[in-house]
């Protein structure tokens, strides 16, 4: 019987004890779970036809408008994008999502990266800030190449670079108004990210 109880005890002391809901501790150690779930709630509501006008305001850009434009095979049309008040609300879904796959990208690889090299603990929080920066930078570049490669296929004209400014300038592709958007969790989730590469030049 003593036996038992000093097992019980021992193994006790080795569990960790789960926080309250609702509490500091269990929101940052399920955040991405809650924003998932958040995520879930805007998706779902996308596939009925009551709410899937409002849904489609946080999820898809606003501000679109079909333009005739003239290029060099003629006159064309084009669904280009302005911005407005509305995208704030794409800005905060598009914040959310990216929580989660923050929370993905630290589960799933920067903490198996972590345990396999057995870092110290300042180490550890260097490493993962610069695992999200070197990740997020990697996905920028790539698509800002993209973009850029986009932009030089409609303007073989360099003319048209400075034609129309300011008015025809405010016009965005699909492509190059999700890049803006996006570009907003740089500056929201790496505040440090310009700075200390500044100073590293």
Known sequence: MGVETRRTAAGGRHKKSTPPILSHEFVIQNHGDIMSCVLMVFIVGLMFPLTASMCSVFVAPQYNETVNVTSEFGPMSLTLYRNGPA????????????????????????????????????????????????????????????????????????????LGYPEEHRWMNLNMKIFAILQVFESAFFPGFETSYITQL
């Open 87 to 162: 995208d704030i609300l794409t800005i905060l879904f598009y914040a959310v999502a990216w929580i989660v796959v923050h929370a993905v990208i630290q589960e799933y690889i920067l903490d198996k990266l972590q345990r396999k090299a057995r870092l110290s603990k300042v180490k550890t929080s260097k490493f993962t800030e610069s695992g999200h920066m070197s990740l997020f930078a990697l996905y920028s570049a790539c698509h800002a190449a993209y973009v850029i490669t986009d932009f030089v296929q409609n303007y073989t004209d360099v003319k048209r670079i400075w």
